[in-house]
């Protein structure tokens, strides 16, 4: 399972990234974008026009299914069990709901080693919490270059945090996942 969380700058870098995963690919990504409460199902659409899987906001209990972008749907928490989705309406937090650490909280506790996270461009530190557990539960973690991220605070809150795996820019991420998931395209 891969976890992605960005916020500011968020959808040009999930764009860049996606784009370089070829439609075969069946490893199943979640997504945290911080976004207005209010804001409508616009940005799947924004997204599924420029990416090669099948995007879509995830519902509570919905099966996870192989080859498939799932985001968190505004205003609501998005929490991985092993083989579902659960949405929850508890408080923010660091301010934020949809939250990227408690994404990767429950991917790390879901998929322990087979978690991958990916901390993109942001302008808080939201994703820091979430990555050290999945570290700490044996998974890895991708954290966008913060001189390439368009606000680089949410890449470098993590690397005050933690030491990820992977430091790189936006168009080496895609490479590596195919290579960790072991998918050739």
């Known amino acids: 399972m891969i976890v992605i969380g960005a916020s500011l700058g968020g959808v040009r ?3 860049a990234l996606f784009q370089g995963i070829p439609a ?3 490893t199943p990504s979640a997504i945290v974008l911080h976004r207005q409460k209010d804001s409508d199902g616009m940005l799947v659409e924004i997204l599924q026009r420029d990416l090669p899987l099948q995007v879509s906001e995830a519902l509570d209990k919905e099966p ?15 929490l991985v069990e092993p083989n579902h ?19 990767f909280e429950s991917a790390a506790d879901a998929f322990g080693r087979e978690a991958i996270g990916i901390v ?18 044996g998974g890895r973690i991708i954290v966008q270059d913060p ?3 368009e606000a ?3 890449p470098q809150g993590v690397l005050s ?3 990820p795996d992977y430091i790189l820019p936006l168009d080496r991420i895609a490479p590596l996942l195919l290579e960790l998931t072991s998918h050739s395209g």
């Open 13 to 15: 870098a999930l764009t």
């Open 24 to 26: 075969t690919f069946r």
């Open 64 to 78: 996870i299914l192989p080859g498939r972008i799932y985001l968190a749907p505004s205003d609501y928490h998005l």
């Open 85 to 103: 989705f659960c949405l929850s309406i508890d408080e923010p937090v660091r301010y934020a709901r949809p939250s990227i650490d408690v994404l």
């Open 120 to 137: 993109l461009t942001g302008a808080n530190v939201d994703g820091s919490e979430g990555a050290s557990r999945i570290k700490a539960r």
């Open 147 to 149: 001189a390439t991220a």
């Open 152 to 154: 680089p605070q949410m």
């Open 161 to 163: 945090r933690i030491d």
